[in-house]
């Protein structure tokens, strides 16, 4: 596993190394730079980023937002002090841990762990979302060829399905793909969209 510490703090970065220590088989990379920190991430390409802003201001909180916002890897958060904006903040940037006030080496492992388990937990969910958008968008195009299919010759909806079905069957393709070019046809003829 590849771990990037972020902070500018070196010390800070050594509390986080130190409750690392007894992981196996991980890489671990230590960024006090803020200057090019995305770049930066993306060159050491880590599989979970731990995050240590002590007690940062409203512009380095959005800062390091945007790098969350940038990565599609866990992120864990250490923080002094914090606010229910910053927790949104980071909530809607997508850090998968936001710990304030909790910056020890012994707690360090069971937070890598939760960040990792949330952020997958969260991926599958997006997964889910999108695979359900996708085939609703395709149920969608389906309804729109079958409408067409109905008014431009006069047959009821099983009909229309079934030909889209059989002309998919046919030709070895998915009946999306046959709703679709029924659509375009449609399209380019002139038919509403």
Not at 161 to 167: D, S
């Amino acid at each position: 596993m590849r771990i990037a510490i972020v902070d500018e703090s070196a010390t800070r970065a050594a509390v986080i190394h130190e409750g690392l220590a007894a992981l196996d088989d991980c890489e671990i990379f230590v960024v006090t730079e803020r200057r090019g920190l995305v770049a930066r991430i993306g060159e050491i390409a880590p599989d979970i980023v731990l995050m240590d802003l002590g007690n940062p201001s409203r512009d380095v909180l959005e800062e390091y937002f945007s790098v969350s916002r940038a990565l599609a890897r866990p992120i864990a958060m250490f923080v002094d002090e914090s606010d229910e904006a910053a927790i949104a903040a980071s909530i809607d940037a997508g850090v998968s841990s936001y710990v304030v006030d909790g910056l020890a080496p012994h707690r360090i492992r069971p937070i890598l762990d939760l960040a990792v388990r949330r952020f997958n937990a969260f991926a599958r969910l997006q997964t889910d979302l999108d695979e359900a958008r996708g085939k609703l968008a395709e149920r969608e195009t389906i309804d729109r060829a079958k409408r067409i299919l109905m008014d431009s010759r006069s047959i009821g909806e099983p009909q229309a399905y079934a030909e889209l079905r059989k002309t998919a069957m046919d030709r070895g393709r998915r009946i999306v793909e046959i709703a679709e070019a029924v659509v375009t046809a449609h399209q380019l003829m002139g038919g509403k969209p």
